[in-house]
């Protein structure tokens, strides 16, 4: 069973840092295209960042030169290190990722993960 935990957020001030890491686990074959999504209360949820297995990455407008995602493949988890960071970075970020599970001919398929609180306030 393929599961998403995603780790480190918490409490920070603005300008400050935090690196959110998410580890797949279970029967998995492969990870392809992996990434962060946040939402606030009362707002829709929102690409972060995303990165495929190749190292590809894309960022949007509101994080970019702040936050840097990453991966390690052989790990099958996926980093989102978080500079700078402003009291509208505050929501609940969580991971996503296509992955392939049990043996090498099944599909990719879509994975949440449950979810972390990043708060930043002074």
């Known amino acids: 069973q393929v599961q998403l935990v995603e780790s480190g957020g918490g409490l920070v001030q603005p300008g400050g840092s935090l690196r959110l890491s998410c580890a797949a686990s279970g029967s998995i074959v492969s990870t392809n295209t992996m990434g962060w999504y946040r939402q606030a209360p009362g707002q829709q949820r929102e690409l972060v960042a995303n990165i495929t297995r190749g190292g590809i990455t894309n960022y949007a407008d509101s994080v970019k030169g702040r936050f840097t995602i990453s991966r390690d493949n052989a790990k099958n988890t996926v980093y989102l290190q978080m500079n700078s960071l402003k009291p509208e970075d505050t929501a609940v970020y969580y991971c996503?990722?296509?992955?392939?599970?049990?043996?090498?001919?099944?599909?990719?398929?879509?994975?949440w993960g449950q979810g972390t609180q990043v708060t930043v306030s002074s």
């Open positions: 996503n990722a296509d992955i392939r599970s049990g043996r090498f001919l099944t599909p990719y398929k879509n994975y």
